[in-house]
């Protein structure tokens, strides 16, 4: 129901720019598109305790853990259009530690959704705390925005970057210091 609702949206949008939907390179294009954004908007559909699928451990390691360089993509709420970065975390345990591939999958689940910037970084802090309870999270995302790139002000070299602090990260600027310079070094792999 919801696949034909929005394929025949989108044969309508195409009537409404002049397009003719039933020309051949066309014919496709509505249901292409409508599998295309739910697709892209799966994070609704999805629970941040589904994906973590409880590989959160009892692990006394109290030093800081820096997962970086995580590609998201996700689509402006504003204009429906793609911004594309990639997202650094940061955390302290306090007993206990996630599956480092179940960060990457919390934030494909809060990408997956129609998005502005700084509350994705801020949801995606609030899940590791809820998660496991750290003494401190830190979420660096740094993006560009089509919204920006292909319209509007038409900016292609323009970025942007959001954080998110929580406990110690947000209290200690030698812990911030810390993190940004993990997340800044040059890489070692």
Same mark, same amino acid.
């Given at each position: 129901?919801?696949?034909?609702?929005?394929?025949?949206?989108?044969?309508?949008?195409?009537?409404? $720019?002049?397009?003719?939907?039933?020309?051949?390179?066309?014919?496709?294009?509505?249901?292409?598109?409508?599998?295309?954004?739910?697709?892209?908007?799966?994070?609704?559909?999805?629970?941040?305790?589904?994906?973590?699928?409880?590989?959160?451990?009892?692990?006394?390691?109290?030093?800081?853990?820096?997962?970086?360089?995580?590609? $998201?993509?996700?689509?402006?709420?504003?204009?429906?259009?793609?911004?594309?970065?990639?997202?650094?975390?940061?955390?302290?345990?306090?007993?206990?530690?996630?599956?480092?591939?179940?960060?990457?999958?919390?934030?494909?689940?809060?990408?997956?959704?129609?998005?502005?910037?700084?509350?994705?970084?801020?949801?995606?802090?609030?899940?590791?705390?809820?998660?496991?309870?750290?003494?401190?999270?830190?979420?660096?995302?740094?993006?560009?925005?089509?919204?920006?790139?292909?319209?509007?002000?038409?900016?292609?070299?323009?970025?942007?970057?959001?954080?998110?602090?929580?406990?110690?990260?947000?209290?200690?600027?030698?812990?911030?210091?810390?993190?940004?310079?993990? $997340?800044?070094?040059?890489?070692?792999?």
């Amino acid at each position: 129901m919801r696949l034909k609702k929005m394929t025949d949206a989108c044969g309508t949008i195409l009537e409404c $720019i002049g397009e003719d939907p039933t020309r051949e390179g066309l014919i496709k294009t509505p249901e292409r598109w409508a599998k295309a954004l739910l697709f892209l908007t799966s994070g609704y559909c999805k629970t941040v305790k589904e994906v973590t699928n409880a590989a959160i451990f009892q692990e006394q390691h109290s030093e800081m853990v820096v997962v970086r360089d995580i590609d $998201i993509h996700s689509l402006c709420e504003h204009h429906m259009l793609p911004f594309s970065g990639k997202i650094h975390v940061g955390y302290i345990p306090n007993g206990k530690v996630i599956g480092l591939s179940k960060i990457a999958r919390i934030a494909e689940v809060f990408s997956r959704r129609l998005q502005v910037q700084e509350r994705l970084t801020r949801e995606i802090a609030e899940a590791i705390v809820e998660a496991v309870n750290p003494l401190g999270v830190g979420v660096l995302i740094e993006s560009k925005h089509f919204c920006m790139v292909m319209r509007g002000v038409e900016k292609c070299s323009a970025s942007t970057s959001s954080s998110s602090m929580r406990g110690v990260f947000r209290k200690s600027s030698e812990v911030r210091a810390e993190f940004f310079s993990i $997340i800044n070094n040059n890489r070692l792999i």
